[in-house]
């Protein structure tokens, strides 16, 4: 790889950096075929780290995000609390942030491969990461708790966390939904949840992660830990050539050379490309001074 700035001899792109975009769909497909590979129901009962539909005839662990909102309709009522799901979250983001979403995630690999398909992007502001907060807070927890002190357990609440998932639609509701429909007894999904899947499967085409970046209450919850995980990004001014192609790499929209480890990030580590963003695996050290704004 060749200088992108003129007179810059020194310049060197990190090995590792100009590895990750042949390693991270192998990565990526090795964890698919963990999270596809059904295991026995009793794994059932164990909450996974990664966004993966529990009803999927294929799914091993449950979904974080089903097994939190089940919770939070029972705790008013017997006061239970996931003390494996709080243990498994936090040990996951003190480890690796949203490493995670970016390297293991399947709904994540999938629309990376439906992205590819396009090459014309809608760039969404920053500001809409903060809706992961809203469907995390509202329809994961506090939903679910409110219906669930008045008397109706979960399953039976008509609007839910699940009943709207995409993912749920995608890897539950269509093998389900054509079994039927080979059954002689239609198509079983409701149209809504068959709208929400088609209408998201059309916004991957043109927005990079759509569901990562607006909505995901679990990514939204990983990404609290990027900024003190062990494993975080460090970045080196005095490696930056001020090229760009960190920026132009990132394609979360964050301007990591002005602020790494920040809630938008999936740690994808394309941005480790230009040399001057390093991966690293300890306890995080203070920033370095960002650079100014162009």
């Avoid at 539909?53 to 097994?67: D, M, Q």
């Amino acid at each position: 790889m060749e200088c992108p700035v003129p007179n810059c001899p020194e310049w060197k792109p990190a090995a590792l950096g100009r590895k990750v975009s042949r390693w991270r769909p192998w990565v990526q497909s090795g964890f698919l075929a963990v999270w596809l590979a059904p295991a026995g129901r009793w794994l059932h009962g164990i909450p996974g780290c990664v966004f993966h539909c529990y009803s999927c005839p294929l799914s091993s662990f449950a979904c974080p995000i089903g097994v939190m909102a089940n919770y939070a309709a029972v705790l008013p009522v017997v006061g239970e609390v996931p003390y494996l799901l709080i243990g498994v979250l936090l040990m996951v983001g003190a480890a690796s942030g949203s490493l995670v979403c970016g390297w293991a995630c399947p709904f994540g690999f999938l629309q990376d491969l439906l992205g590819k398909i396009t090459t014309r992007k809608i760039n969404l502001p920053s500001w809409t990461g903060s809706l992961r907060y809203v469907v995390l807070a509202g329809l994961v927890i506090l939903l679910p708790m409110v219906l669930g002190y008045k008397g109706i357990p979960f399953e039976k609440q008509v609007i839910s966390i699940c009943r709207l998932c995409p993912a749920g639609a995608l890897e539950a509701g269509v093998p389900y939904s054509l079994q039927s429909v080979l059954a002689g007894n239609g198509w079983m999904m409701s149209g809504l949840k068959t709208g929400i899947l088609l209408s998201f499967l059309a916004a991957a085409l043109f927005i990079h992660r759509p569901w990562c970046r607006m909505l995901c209450p679990l990514g939204g919850l990983l990404a609290l830990f990027n900024r003190f995980s062990l494993f975080h990004l460090r970045f080196n001014p005095a490696q930056c050539v001020e090229c760009n192609l960190c920026r132009s790499r990132c394609s979360m929209g964050v301007k990591v050379d002005q602020a790494v480890n920040v809630s938008g990030c999936v740690r994808c580590l394309e941005c480790a490309t230009c040399g001057a963003i390093e991966p690293c695996f300890a306890l995080p050290q203070k920033a370095a001074e960002p650079k100014k704004p162009a």
